[in-house]
């Protein structure tokens, strides 16, 4: 039997996913985010007084941020759909690095970030962050380890 | 450099030669602190997503709520969260308003409460300040939709908790940095029939069903500090 040949669907195109982040940002309520920025503050503010230990406040942050995170990965997907913005499919870790860095990061935090420095075997990439709302405040004392 | 269409190495030559032209600010407290995004250069600069504030304030009630034993002090934390941030936000608004001259009369610090901190935190003004008719110390501040129980149902078994405790500290905490000791508590009161018409502020949302009032009871000597300065 004749069977057509597969045609793979289209790679995520840089042009238009930074332009899905920008339409996708511009269909979200604001907030201001200097309120967000001292917010955040006020919680890490309450989480070095409870933890001594960096390591443990940034375990308890990175818990944190990862439920924040699973919460937008599904609002990420039904505002998408909504909206009518279109996704591609995401093939490979490349992809869903684009897709995180140019969509997600604009449409939550309407910051420009770019997924680069891919491991070899696809599973790695760095995240970078140029403007962070977060640390709009923030000085991390000289000494006082990584945060 | 703006955020459109810059790649990384035009961003990194840009930065490298504003380092080599002049010195790096020496810390944080010498660099400047901006306009607050309402007149940035792009219309929405200076604003994160309600989701992404909504987020955080649920991580940080739920952080709050795994360590306290009853309501009232899961209020009490969230006051005192929000009690720094009152502070800083007087700090910032006073120094970008260019005030020379300071508040020293309550009904102009409570101006500046339900207006100007108002706008700057959550994009207009309070709905309402009212004064209480049974007592000379309580004055009432009214949201209809504050941003912190926008996305908050409350359980029936947490009853008259209200998650604005975190705005009633920031309300304190601004009050307090201006001299106006008082102690701000808040409260989720019914919308009567057709007293708020208008439609959600956020799409796809029902209208709320209560407002938030926040009670401001201003200390004793408050009180007679300003009867005095009225002769």
């Known amino acids: 039997r004749y069977s057509p040949p597969t045609v793979p669907p289209p790679h995520m195109s840089k042009t238009s996913a930074t332009?899905?982040?920008?339409?996708?940002?511009?269909?979200?309520p604001k907030a201001n985010a200097e309120l967000f920025a001292l917010t955040y503050g006020s919680l890490v503010t309450e989480l070095v007084r409870?933890?001594?230990?960096?390591?443990?406040?940034?375990?308890?942050?990175?818990?944190?941020?990862?439920?924040?995170?699973?919460?937008?990965?599904d609002e990420f997907l039904s505002k998408a759909e909504i909206s009518g913005v279109s996704i591609p499919t995401c093939q490979r870790m490349t992809d869903?690095?684009?897709?995180?860095?140019?969509?997600?990061?604009?449409?939550?935090?309407?910051?420009?970030?770019?997924?680069?420095?891919?491991?070899?075997?696809?599973?790695?990439?760095?995240?970078?962050?140029?403007?962070?709302?977060?640390?709009?405040?923030?000085?991390?004392?000289?000494?006082g380890g990584d945060g | 450099c703006g955020s459109k269409g810059c790649s990384p190495t035009t961003h990194?030559?840009?930065?490298?030669?504003?380092?080599?032209?002049s010195r790096p600010p020496a810390s944080i407290l010498d660099r400047p602190v901006g306009r607050g995004g309402?007149?940035?250069?792009?219309?929405?600069?200076?604003?994160?997503?309600?989701?992404?504030?909504?987020?955080?304030?649920?991580?940080?009630v739920q952080y709050h709520q795994s360590r306290v034993a009853s309501i009232s002090e899961l209020e009490r934390r969230l006051e005192s969260a929000g009690y720094g941030v009152g502070l800083?936000?007087?700090?910032?608004?006073?120094?970008?308003?260019?005030?020379?001259?300071?508040?020293?009369?309550?009904?102009?610090?409570?101006?500046?409460?339900?207006?100007?901190?108002?706008?700057?935190?959550?994009?207009?003004?309070?709905?309402?300040l009212e004064r209480s008719i049974d007592h000379a110390d309580e004055f009432m501040i009214v949201d209809y939709e504050p941003v912190t129980s926008t996305y908050v149902s409350v359980p029936a078994d947490l009853g008259q908790l209200s998650a604005d405790a975190y705005v009633?500290?920031?309300?304190?905490?601004?009050?307090?940095?201006?001299?106006?000791?008082?102690?701000?508590?808040?409260?989720?009161?019914?919308?009567?029939?057709?007293?708020?018409?208008?439609?959600?502020?956020?799409?796809?949302?029902?209208?709320?069903?209560?407002?938030?009032?926040?009670?401001?009871?201003?200390?004793?000597?408050?009180?007679?500090?300003?009867?005095?300065?009225?002769?």
Request: proline share 3%; charged share 25%; aromatic share 10%.
């Open chain 1, 96 to 143: 869903t690095a684009e897709v995180v860095a140019r969509i997600g990061f604009r449409m939550f935090l309407g910051v420009t970030a770019e997924a680069a420095n891919f491991s070899p075997d696809g599973s790695g990439f760095s995240l970078f962050l140029y403007e962070n709302p977060l640390a709009i405040f923030v000085e991390l004392p000289p000494s």
């Open chain 2, 88 to 128: 800083k936000v007087l700090e910032l608004l006073a120094y970008r308003a260019r005030e020379s001259k300071r508040e020293t009369r309550l009904m102009n610090i409570l101006q500046f409460v339900s207006s100007s901190v108002w706008k700057a935190l959550f994009g207009k003004a309070a709905d309402s």
């Open chain 2, 168 to 231: 009633s500290g920031i309300i304190a905490g601004v009050l307090e940095g201006a001299g106006f000791t008082a102690r701000v508590t808040a409260h989720s009161v019914r919308v009567e029939e057709g007293e708020y018409a208008k439609a959600p502020s956020t799409p796809g949302l029902p209208a709320r069903k209560d407002k938030a009032v926040f009670l401001v009871k201003f200390s004793r000597e408050v009180l007679a500090r300003d009867a005095a300065l009225e002769r």
């Open chain 1, 50 to 73: 409870d933890y001594d230990d960096a390591d443990e406040i940034n375990r308890q942050l990175d818990r944190i941020g990862h439920s924040i995170g699973v919460r937008c990965v």
């Open chain 2, 12 to 21: 990194n030559a840009v930065k490298n030669l504003f380092l080599s032209m």
């Open chain 1, 19 to 28: 332009a899905s982040g920008h339409a996708l940002w511009a269909k979200m």
């Open chain 2, 38 to 60: 309402a007149r940035g250069s792009s219309a929405t600069e200076g604003y994160v997503s309600l989701s992404a504030f909504a987020y955080l304030y649920s991580e940080l």
